[in-house]
């Protein structure tokens, strides 16, 4: 519940807003809720940085990682409404709710969507020791050794756990899955063959892929090649159903912003990412550009959140 001093300080915080300058009149933080080198993390730089560039203020990512991007989530929408601390959203938003009983927010009322910047199919990526060169062997090869081989993870819950549980149901493999602090951290396992297998965000391991450090057996899209890796087949095209899944991201702030800020932001998004030198940067790196409205935005959310909640209960994941 907000207090009468809470809300002053939201009234405050707009008059500064529109009083004089417009907005934005200082930095503004964006909080990135996975910890560095992780999805969110990369595309959250990228645009950010072209926001400090047209708007002249500087957009500064701040990660909060910790409990599956709750803490992150949490700490803003705790915060002031003024368009000064706003937050990057990710498939954790859907998914953690159905993953613990509670969480310390409403993702629906709590939550003020701006836009979903776009997604990124995933990559499954294999360490080069394994010496399988496509998804059928590497399937082939952990049905023959049921619990030897590992896959990494960004933490219990994430999106790179969640799918990975899928693909195991999905190919009928028993594959041991080992957690680590972040997209960093999951990704150097698997370099270092602490782990065998990955199943990413592509923008993650791209420079790894186009190095040979890792190889690239399938990717999660609609039964489509990606221009970005055009010699690796989907997972339908290799053989592997049910495994059409999108790390997808966007912009969004603590619930009663003004519209006025919302209207801004969401505009600038879409004017940065309607540049070719930014559409170019994204494309390079596996990824897609969307730049939906606030209302389409958490539409998408919602569908989500059903979507998931349907895909956890059915693969009996719990955390609690």
Not at 168 to 192: C, F, N, Q, R, W
Not at 214 to 229: I, N, S, Y
Not at 251 to 258: R, Y
Not at 267 to 277: G, H, Y
């Amino acid at each position: 519940m907000r207090t009468a001093s809470f809300v002053v300080m939201i009234l405050l915080g707009v008059s500064l807003c529109f009083g004089g300058e417009s907005y934005p009149v200082k930095p503004v933080r964006v909080i990135a809720p996975m910890a560095p080198g992780s999805l969110l993390d990369i595309t959250a730089r990228m645009i950010s940085q072209q926001l400090s560039e047209q708007l002249g203020r500087s957009f500064v990512v701040e990660n909060r990682a910790g409990a599956s991007g709750t803490i992150g989530n949490n700490y803003v929408v705790r915060s002031v409404p003024d368009g000064y601390t706003l937050l990057w959203i990710g498939p954790g938003t859907a998914t953690v709710p159905n993953l613990h009983k509670s969480i310390p927010y409403d993702t629906i009322k709590d939550l003020a969507p701006i836009t979903q910047i776009g997604g990124a199919a995933q990559v499954l990526v294999v360490n080069p020791s394994l010496n399988v060169t496509t998804l059928k062997e590497f399937i082939a090869l952990a049905q023959a050794n049921p619990g030897k081989f590992n896959y990494s993870s960004a933490g219990a819950g994430a999106i790179t756990h969640l799918a990975s549980e899928l693909f195991k149901i999905a190919a009928k493999v028993d594959v041991s899955h080992i957690p680590y602090k972040g997209g960093g951290e999951m990704t150097s396992a698997v370099l270092s063959g602490q782990a065998q297998m990955l199943l990413t965000g592509i923008p993650t391991v791209i420079a790894h892929i186009n190095s040979g450090r890792v190889r690239a057996l399938a990717v999660t899209t609609d039964g489509k090649r990606l221009p970005v890796l055009p010699d690796v087949p989907s997972m339908s095209e290799a053989g592997v159903s049910g495994m059409s899944v999108y790390f997808w991201f966007g912009l969004g702030g603590p619930a009663g912003m003004p519209k006025e800020v919302v209207d801004k932001l969401h505009a600038e998004v879409v004017k940065a990412i309607s540049l070719p030198s930014v559409k170019e940067r994204f494309l390079a790196q596996g990824a897609e550009l969307v730049g939906s409205s606030p209302e389409e935005f958490a539409r998408h959310i919602r569908d989500e959140l059903r979507r998931w909640g349907e895909v956890i209960k059915s693969a009996g994941i719990t955390l609690e």
